[in-house]
């Protein structure tokens, strides 16, 4: 028979963890980008649109614009996992869960100029998902390590829970 003491002691080290992941943000769901206001919606533009699945292993990412759909898998632990952009460059991704937000990056290896030399692209995004759960924005930046300027420069995209 197990003495009580045990059972109490492995019952106090096992709340902290149950309590740490209740605690954490869950970003499965569809969103709808959120036009920005100073941008003037073109007939022709057509809605984006992301569908996200969480689980304690990965987050999958289905974006969707224009009749395209682009599905990225980002590992949650352990190897980073495959990536390959809407242009078919392939590369690697990872993604990292934290309390309140959600940090995916992806690494491609190009060469924009076919004289010249390969460079990596680097994308991080940090999602933050409103107190209300209605409202996620992603900070977008991409760097590249071996170019002296700026690739892109940083922005947010905001998008409405479905």
């Not at 206001?37 to 992301?50: G, M, N, P, Q």
């Not at 390590?145 to 998008?159: E, L, N």
């Amino acid at each position: 028979m197990k003495s009580p003491a045990l059972l109490v002691l492995g019952a106090v080290l096992c709340v902290p963890a149950t309590l740490g992941a209740a605690e954490r943000t869950n970003f499965t769901g569809s969103y709808t980008l959120t036009p920005h206001k100073d941008s003037r919606k073109s007939e022709k533009e057509s809605v984006k649109a992301l569908t996200v699945v969480q689980t304690e292993k990965y987050i999958e990412v289905t974006e969707q614009e224009a009749g395209r759909k682009n599905t990225y898998h980002y590992p949650l632990s352990g190897p980073d996992g495959s990536y390959m952009t809407p242009t078919g460059l392939q590369g690697t991704c990872r993604g990292k869960l934290r309390k309140n937000d959600l940090i995916l990056e992806s690494f491609v290896t190009a060469r924009p100029d076919p004289n010249g030399p390969l460079v990596q692209v680097h994308t991080k995004q940090k999602w933050e998902l409103s107190t209300d759960l209605r409202t996620l924005r992603i900070h977008v930046d991409v760097d590249s390590p071996q170019s002296p300027i700026q690739i892109v420069d940083p922005w947010i995209d905001t998008y409405t829970r479905n």
